[in-house]
């Protein structure tokens, strides 16, 4: 069905031009030379795809392969460009310790997923891949790709890119639940179970997630260096030790405020914290239980959130920004007034656009 809606999406953009018919002179060619072009018409191009074909050569032409995804997904399954968005981050969530992962993590990764040990150390990556898989489930043409796939001088982490899309492609539920691996970071681990549990509560059906993988996938096949970009682990790590930077400024200034983080809001049962309402699904980085000043007559402050990226009115995507302030008037509608602690230099203009509800500075 996916492939399907692909091709038509495709087709669509494709600009249909007449062309004059002209006649042109049949020239005799004795049979066997005819039998010889026959037997090279049926041979396949190296160079042609054999793994998530289709896919691949959509998203190869497509300028910003997300957005096409997400359009894909949106239509095919009429849900909201914000539930798409949830899908592709967790399903995309194997990709992100590929910038992170050391050699011997990684090996010991694709090792888990084999039903019983078949090789040592020191075998190729794409023999591993293979391996992995199972001969017998795969056919040659698909082999040969694997091994022409790792040909080349392309760094670690593509390699670690592309061989996991291969592995997630074809031994889907070899990856579930990934991140309770022996070699996969603490970090990553509390993070990624806390964001399933919020993804189970979505009940999306197994059918978009597999579409959502099987696009991903073919989007790593072509594109790894964006993949591994948009999806590391290292992003939300510096985000992490901005927000716990920013929890130790608060207490330093006020050390009987009370608050919760985000996953204690996200976790808790209580429906009621001070005078506010709770909502699992609304979640700033703290939510402080009575509100504070940053100085006196200052705007009153339920809730702080810390920003890491650098996000400017003028100079970042608008799609950026528009995410941005959907999430700043989640927060004001649900908690009130707050504060945005951000770690790098911020554009003053934020200040004058949300003057009164969200205040913002750096530390």
């Known amino acids: 069905e996916i492939v399907e809606e692909v091709q038509e999406e495709v087709e669509e953009e494709e600009v ?51 957005e096409f995804i997400e359009k894909i997904l949106m239509k095919t399954h009429d849900i909201s460009k914000k539930d798409v968005k949830i899908i592709i981050n967790q399903v995309a969530s194997p990709f992100s310790i590929c910038k992170t992962i050391n050699d011997d993590a990684f090996y010991r990764f694709i090792s888990s997923l084999e039903d019983e040990k078949v090789s040592g150390g020191g075998v190729e990556i794409w ?20 091994y022409n796939m790792f040909m080349g ?9 592309k061989a996991f899309a291969i592995l997630y492609h074809f031994l889907p539920a070899k990856f579930e639940k990934w991140w309770q691996k022996e070699m996969i970071s603490d970090f990553t681990l509390r993070k990624y179970n806390s964001d399933y549990k919020f993804f189970r509560q979505k009940n999306f059906t197994n059918n978009l997630i597999d579409e959502a993988r099987m696009l991903l996938c073919a989007y790593a096949l072509e594109k790894p260096n964006l993949v591994a970009k948009e999806y590391t682990i290292a992003r939300h790590q510096a985000g992490q030790v901005h927000e716990n930077k920013t929890e130790k400024w608060l207490k330093k200034g006020n050390r009987q405020i009370e608050y919760l983080t985000e996953e204690q809001i996200r976790n808790t049962s209580q429906k009621k914290y001070g005078e506010k309402y709770l909502s ?26 810390a920003k890491k990226q650098f996000i400017d009115p003028a100079l970042s ?4 920004i528009n995410n941005f302030c959907e999430q700043l008037e989640k927060y004001v509608r649900a908690y009130g007034p707050g504060l945005i602690v951000w770690g790098k230099d911020f554009s003053e203009e934020w200040n004058e656009a949300t003057e009164g509800v969200v205040q913002h500075i750096k530390i």
Do not use: F
Request: aromatic share 2%; proline share 7%; hydrophobic share 30%.
């Open 317 to 320: 995507p608008e799609n950026r």
């Open 16 to 66: 249909e031009e007449e062309s004059p018919i002209v006649e042109t002179p049949v020239e005799q060619v004795p049979e066997s030379e005819n039998q010889a072009e026959e037997v090279e018409d049926e041979s396949r191009d190296d160079n042609e795809e054999v793994i998530l074909s289709v896919l691949r050569k959509a998203i190869r032409e497509e300028p910003r392969p997300i």
């Open 127 to 146: 023999t591993k891949v293979i391996q992995t898989i199972g001969l017998d489930q795969i056919s040659e043409d698909q082999q040969v790709e694997i």
């Open 280 to 305: 699992n699904k609304i979640t700033p980085d703290l939510l402080l239980k009575i509100p504070i000043q940053l100085y006196h007559e200052g705007q009153h402050i339920h809730w702080i959130d």
């Open 153 to 161: 001088h392309e760094n670690n982490v593509n390699r670690r890119i």
